[in-house]
């Protein structure tokens, strides 16, 4: 099993522009979530979805969407990249939000 | 456990020492909490979990220990070895199915 996988690794964008990171597991998990991490802080979540068909807000969703039209795939799109959006991005995946999550590389992302 | 804008709580051991890690939650219903661990330039990575009926759990050379009554956690990690130097976060159940994480602890050890 290759678990989560995520790409790109790294991404610089300008204002303005859009993108979509992707995320990918194999291990069958109904729920998967995004989430941001800044410098010296804790993960913040921004969706999740607990299975193929149904995305939710989470503490930090404004200026991105989500989608989860199988259940290996949960995209993030960043619809207007602004400099606050620099961060890195982490999906996960579990079997339920109460369960284990397993956790990507992640996605390093600056805004200019 | 709780850290201040940008900067971390820093907790600093001896190898061989035993480790205690602090955290306390902010939803008196989250009923599942998880510790994890993140090394630089990697994801979290689970370590231990424990559900809101019990107060005690314990693994490998780690324990969790939740009250309940103060909304607080704890990690505690035995014999701490240079390979646990790393930050350490908990994590709660807040909403159902909204996993809310601390700020993080970083934990670093002294050979």
């Known amino acids: 099993n290759a678990g989560v996988t995520q790409t790109p690794k790294f991404q610089v964008l300008k204002t303005g522009q859009s993108m979509t990171l992707q995320c990918a597991q194999d291990?069958?998990?109904?729920?998967m979530s995004w989430y941001r991490q800044d410098p010296g802080m804790g993960l913040r979540l921004i969706h999740y979805?607990?299975?193929?068909?149904?995305?939710d807000q989470g503490e930090v969703p404004n200026g991105y969407n989500v989608s989860r039209s199988t259940t290996e795939d949960f995209p993030l799109r960043l619809l207007s990249a602004a400099p606050s959006q620099t961060s890195v991005y982490f999906c996960?995946?579990?079997?339920?939000?109460?369960?284990?999550?397993?956790f990507g590389p992640g996605t390093r992302l600056t805004v200019l | 456990g709780e850290s201040v804008g940008l900067h971390l709580p820093t907790l600093s051991v001896q190898e061989g020492d035993n480790s205690i890690i602090n955290c306390a939650y902010s939803?008196?219903?989250?009923?599942?909490f998880i510790w994890y661990k993140q090394e630089s330039g990697k994801g979290p990575q689970f370590i231990i979990d424990?559900?809101?009926?019990?107060d005690k759990r314990q693994g490998q050379r780690v324990t969790v220990l939740l009250n309940k009554t103060v909304k607080h956690l704890s990690l505690q990690i035995a014999a701490t070895q240079p390979g646990d130097s790393a930050v350490y976060f908990c994590?709660?159940?807040?909403?159902?199915?909204?996993?809310?994480f601390g700020a993080g602890t970083r934990l670093t050890v002294k050979p």
């Open positions: 996960a995946s579990s079997f339920g939000s109460a369960n284990e999550q397993f």
């Open positions: 291990m069958n998990h109904e729920y």
């Open positions: 979805s607990v299975g193929a068909g149904i995305t």
């Open positions: 939803n008196s219903a989250s009923d599942y």
């Open positions: 424990i559900r809101s009926n019990m």
């Open positions: 994590a709660e159940n807040y909403n159902n199915n909204d996993m809310r």
